[in-house]
């Protein structure tokens, strides 16, 4: 199946899993925009703070299977696959102009995962994006709190990036009775930057897919060609909600500049 996607894995398609030769963790010294953000993690956490200390509710993230515990995994959303999310935006600017000077970056949220919880393992999305985590507030270290990539667990550090291969099965724990933060970013690999409309578009399509099936569980017994027709589709209702969402959102709430 990959090889009709021009060497892209979607887990929406292929749901035996993945098995593509990309790493478990890539070396964040491989990305040039790394050493920016880091140099400005206390800018983003400072905006972070900011946001909790208004009141502002995090989100349930979207599946609410993938954890052990009910409503331990909460997002605050600035960009989804291309949507911007304006309003969350406008409330931390700063972080917003550092997430618009990275090249490729499709999503971006602040992600907290309480303690005492897991996230169950999973395979992301796509192996066309680097999933980054910059560690916010990373209450303790492996192996009481930590990150796994198939066989590999790497720790969170306040202030440093993981980066990893979303496509490989993952899970996190939190195991320390204190809440954890990170700083999530889904950035496109540069060998797959000329298709990036279409993996942005096929990505929301599955999403789409994925949280309606949550609530009408007969479209995964479907026969798979016509699961196909859905998310082409999709596919298509995506390339036009996309720059509509944007260019609404700019129009009515506008834009707040750091």
Same mark, same amino acid.
């Given at each position: 199946?990959?090889?009709?996607?021009?060497?892209?894995?979607?887990?929406?398609?292929?749901?035996?899993?993945?098995?593509?030769?990309?790493?478990?963790?890539?070396?964040?010294?491989?990305?040039?925009?790394?050493?920016?953000?880091?140099?400005?993690?206390?800018?983003?956490?400072?905006?972070?703070?900011?946001?909790?200390?208004?009141?502002?509710?995090?989100?349930?993230?979207?599946?609410?299977?993938?954890?052990?515990?009910?409503?331990?995994?909460?997002?605050?959303?600035?960009?989804?696959?291309?949507?911007?999310?304006?309003?969350?935006?406008?409330?931390?600017?700063?972080?917003?102009?550092?997430?618009?000077?990275?090249?490729?970056?499709?999503?971006?949220?602040?992600?907290?995962?309480?303690?005492?919880?897991?996230?169950?393992?999973?395979?992301?999305?796509?192996?066309?994006?680097?999933?980054?985590?910059?560690?916010?507030?990373?209450?303790?270290?492996?192996?009481?709190?930590?990150?796994?990539?198939?066989?590999?667990?790497?720790?969170?550090?306040?202030?440093?990036?993981?980066?990893?291969?979303?496509?490989?099965?993952?899970?996190?724990?939190?195991?320390?009775?204190?809440?954890?933060?990170?700083?999530?970013?889904?950035?496109?690999?540069?060998?797959?930057?000329?298709?990036?409309?279409?993996?942005?578009?096929?990505? *929301?399509?599955?999403?789409?897919?994925?949280?309606?099936?949550?609530?009408?569980?007969?479209?995964?017994?479907?026969?798979?060609?016509?699961?196909?027709?859905?998310?082409?589709?999709?596919?298509?209702?995506?390339?036009?909600?996309?720059?509509?969402?944007?260019?609404?959102?700019? *129009?009515?709430?506008?834009?707040?500049?750091?």
């Amino acid at each position: 199946m990959a090889d009709l996607n021009n060497g892209i894995f979607y887990s929406f398609l292929e749901r035996s899993g993945f098995n593509g030769s990309e790493p478990y963790f890539y070396n964040t010294a491989d990305f040039p925009w790394v050493k920016h953000l880091e140099d400005n993690w206390m800018v983003i956490r400072d905006e972070l703070d900011a946001l909790i200390n208004s009141g502002q509710q995090m989100e349930d993230y979207f599946d609410k299977g993938l954890v052990t515990v009910a409503h331990s995994w909460k997002t605050i959303a600035f960009f989804a696959w291309g949507v911007k999310f304006f309003k969350a935006c406008n409330q931390a600017p700063k972080t917003t102009a550092l997430l618009e000077s990275v090249p490729g970056m499709l999503s971006a949220s602040f992600n907290m995962l309480e303690g005492n919880s897991t996230i169950k393992p999973h395979n992301g999305d796509t192996n066309a994006i680097v999933r980054c985590h910059l560690g916010l507030y990373v209450p303790a270290g492996l192996p009481e709190t930590g990150f796994r990539v198939g066989t590999e667990k790497q720790p969170w550090n306040e202030g440093k990036f993981l980066i990893f291969c979303d496509a490989h099965e993952h899970t996190a724990w939190n195991n320390s009775g204190k809440k954890r933060y990170i700083l999530l970013m889904d950035v496109m690999l540069p060998k797959f930057k000329a298709q990036q409309n279409d993996v942005r578009n096929t990505v *929301l399509a599955s999403l789409f897919l994925q949280s309606t099936a949550q609530k009408l569980s007969f479209l995964y017994k479907m026969p798979f060609a016509l699961q196909m027709l859905m998310l082409k589709v999709a596919k298509i209702g995506s390339a036009i909600a996309v720059p509509a969402w944007n260019f609404f959102g700019k *129009l009515f709430i506008g834009e707040k500049k750091a």
